[in-house]
């Protein structure tokens, strides 16, 4: 069956590749302590929040990506579908449970997804692994964890990427790109 939506990573990472924290602190993405980085607008800029959430209808994230996003003050996906991928969540009000990527894959399908967004760091590995994410926009925090969850994990063949945009902020440091993912 040809796949009718698009998967698309947006996502802050250390430049050493992690997402999170061993306890999921993230303080270091969201609060950096402030210092004085260089800037480049780019010609091309890569999409950042607020050209990118509004265009996705539907989200899938895995059940601890799911359980951070739960202790916020206001649950921010509102007015989208969110597709949690758990093997040992029963059911939840906000969002619908699925067991596994073929099961999201069926689910997005029925629900009519057009543009989804992948998030956190095993599920991005699932659906990367099963050839399910067509664009990849990360965030490069300015700094080496050494430790946490890790955004990419073994692949069993090249996955090729073409840039389409990208830019560094001042006043995070954060260096932004945005790639398509080339379909097999
Ligand atoms: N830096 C950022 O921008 C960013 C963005 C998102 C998340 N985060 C952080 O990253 C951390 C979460 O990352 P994570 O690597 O733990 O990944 P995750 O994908 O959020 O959650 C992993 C869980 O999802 C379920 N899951 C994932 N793939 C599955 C599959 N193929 N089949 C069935 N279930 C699957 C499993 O849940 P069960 O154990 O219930 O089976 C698994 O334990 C959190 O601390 C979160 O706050 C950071």
């Known amino acids: 069956m040809n796949r009718t939506w698009r998967g698309c990573v947006f996502i802050g990472t250390s430049l050493d590749g992690y997402i999170a924290k061993p306890d999921g602190d993230l303080s270091w993405l969201t609060a950096p302590e402030p210092r004085e980085h260089a800037a480049d607008e780019g010609d091309h800029p890569a999409l950042v929040w607020e050209t990118f959430f509004p265009t996705v209808d539907t989200l899938v994230m ?80 300015p700094v080496l964890l050494g430790r946490g969850s890790r955004l990419f994990g073994d692949l069993d063949h090249d996955v090729l990427l073409t840039l389409r945009g990208h830019h560094a902020t001042a006043g995070d440091g954060l260096v932004r790109a945005t790639y398509d993912v080339a379909r097999r």
């Open 62 to 141: 895995g059940r601890t990506t799911y359980d951070t996003v739960s202790g916020f003050e206001e649950w921010p996906f509102e007015g989208k579908t969110v597709i949690v991928l758990s093997t040992t969540l029963d059911a939840s009000g906000r969002a619908q449970v699925v067991r596994s990527v073929d099961e999201a894959s069926d689910l997005l399908a029925r629900v009519g997804a057009e543009r989804v967004y992948v998030d956190g760091g095993r599920t991005i590995q699932s659906f990367l692994s099963a050839g399910l994410v067509d664009e990849i926009t990360v965030s490069i925090a």
